[in-house]
């Protein structure tokens, strides 16, 4: 049973730097095709993703956001860590994380969806 | 980035009906989409993969089609727990984006 779990602040001041945490278990991090992205919705909002690691440490960033974000993995832990730097209140958000299922060739990974996710966690953005 | 664009964005429907859902992307997708059925509160859960391959355990009153721009979700005999946002995701090239949410209401 694969299950995944946020971890992180709830409140940021503008500025400062978000570390946010994902906790999975039912899958290994290591083995071939396997992937944890990042999604976060603004309340009452849609959906955006944010940034994507595979197995072999391959790492995507939304575009819009590259210049802020970090993702890194923690294999002996069964974890993720996202950060972002320079926090501002449209950053308030539900932060997910998720199992990431699709295709991969030797070359590449392609056709990312994701078909397990956390419980989300809500991070706010004030002074 | 390839636009996501659902209609409509909210409906109501009543107990066992039928609905439809549509999602058009800005660019030809082939056949990598994706939808999300969000209950109010709760985190997003896949439905259908690929267009029309439906997730191990969801009902099989939901099914999708299309393919290129153009895509449907059905929901055959809408169930109580069917009250809820759907989402559509491409995944033909990233940036992923999912398109703006179709929210079904009860009438």
């Known amino acids: 049973q694969i299950t995944l779990k946020e971890s992180g602040p709830t409140l940021v001041k503008p500025t400062q730097t978000l570390t946010l945490t994902c906790t999975f278990s039912?899958?290994?991090?290591?083995?071939?095709?396997?992937?944890v992205g990042w999604i976060r919705q603004p309340p009452g909002k849609a959906l955006e993703w944010l940034a994507l690691?595979?197995?072999?440490?391959?790492?995507l960033y939304s575009p819009s956001l590259n210049s802020r974000l970090t993702i890194t993995k923690d294999t002996s832990k069964n974890q993720v860590v996202l950060t972002m730097t320079n926090m501002d209140p449209v950053d308030t958000a539900t932060y997910y994380c998720a199992h990431r299922r699709g295709y991969c060739t030797n070359a590449n990974c392609y056709s990312n969806w994701f078909d397990h996710w956390g419980q989300g966690t809500l991070i706010t953005v004030s002074s | 980035d390839i636009q996501m664009t659902q209609s409509p964005s909210s409906l109501s429907a009543s107990v066992g009906d039928r609905v439809t859902i549509t999602c058009r992307a800005s660019?030809?997708?082939?056949?990598?989409l994706n939808w999300y059925r969000q209950k109010p509160g709760k985190a997003p859960e896949s439905l259908i993969y690929?267009?029309?391959s439906l997730e191990s355990g969801v009902p099989s009153r939901f099914s999708g089609s299309g393919s290129g721009t153009d895509f449907t979700l059905t929901i055959s005999n809408l169930q109580p727990e069917d009250f809820a946002t759907y989402f559509c995701?491409?995944?033909?090239?990233?940036?992923?984006?999912f398109g703006g949410g179709t929210k079904v209401e009860i009438k």
């Open positions: 039912g899958f290994s991090l290591t083995s071939n095709g396997v992937g």
């Open positions: 690929a267009a029309s």
């Open positions: 995701q491409q995944s033909y090239s990233m940036p992923l984006t």
């Open positions: 690691i595979y197995w072999n440490d391959d790492k």
């Open positions: 660019q030809s997708i082939s056949g990598f």
